[in-house]
């Protein structure tokens, strides 16, 4: 009996320094704040409204003359965003100085437009 409580009374510590010890191990996992990020359903684009939504809410930055942001019609654009889930992630949350584009601001459909529109710009 006394083996029993003694093992358990050196375990239970041993147990929770090993919890302690698994995160240097196997690494750290960054957790979002915030909610989880839940991929929308998009239906698909048009190329034409997604130009002229483009143009009214991203041109202003995206154009080469502000050097905010970067130019969709570049290799690296490409390479960078090959699928639509990555740019929709950006979109949603942002990336600075680009602000995130609620769907008050931006609607799925309209989101799927622009998007349209980006990947029917020719290469460079």
Do not use: W
């Amino acid at each position: 009996m006394r083996f029993y409580v003694i093992s358990v009374l050196v375990l239970i510590p041993l147990l929770s320094l090993l919890s302690l010890i698994q995160p240097f191990v196997t690494g750290f996992v960054e957790k979002p704040i915030g909610p989880e990020f839940i991929e929308p359903q998009l239906g698909p684009g048009d190329p034409a409204r997604g130009e002229a939504l483009y143009r009214s809410k991203c041109y202003g930055c995206h154009t080469p003359a502000a050097n905010i942001g970067p130019a969709q019609n570049t290799a690296d654009f490409k390479v960078r965003y090959a699928d639509d889930e990555t740019i929709v992630f950006v979109v949603r949350a942002g990336r600075q100085p680009m602000p995130a584009f609620s769907e008050q601001m931006l609607d799925e459909q309209q989101l799927a437009d622009i998007i349209a529109y980006l990947r029917s710009l020719p290469a460079p």
